[in-house]
């Protein structure tokens, strides 16, 4: 399970990359959030990898500006989750194909 270092600085890099959100190519914005998703995966945060995976087929669908905050907001609270088991994953991803397909 990942510390609070790890944590720390997935939330600031998600913090980064809303303050670019519009600004940045969606491209770029991709290639942050994969780096996330990298370092989400190597520290055991599974919530986060599944969400960051499903943010990154929104920026392939075009997605941008609120909508991709809102994604922001969803791996966040990933990123903070105490939980890593499948359970929480299967509620995240929930989660996500509500965004995706309403």
Request: with cysteine; glycine share 8%.
């Amino acid at each position: 399970m990942a510390d609070d270092t790890i944590k720390n600085e997935l939330t600031a890099r998600i913090g980064r990359i809303g303050a670019r959100v519009g600004i940045d190519r969606p491209a770029d914005l991709a290639h942050e959030i994969d780096r996330i998703r990298a370092l989400a995966h190597r520290s055991g945060m599974r919530p986060a990898v599944t969400v960051a995976q499903a943010l990154e087929m929104g920026l392939a669908r075009g997605e941008c500006g609120p909508l991709i905050r809102a994604w922001l907001d969803l791996l966040r609270d990933a990123v903070g989750s105490e939980r890593q088991d499948e359970a929480a994953c299967d509620t995240y991803r929930a989660a996500c194909a509500v965004r995706m397909f309403g």
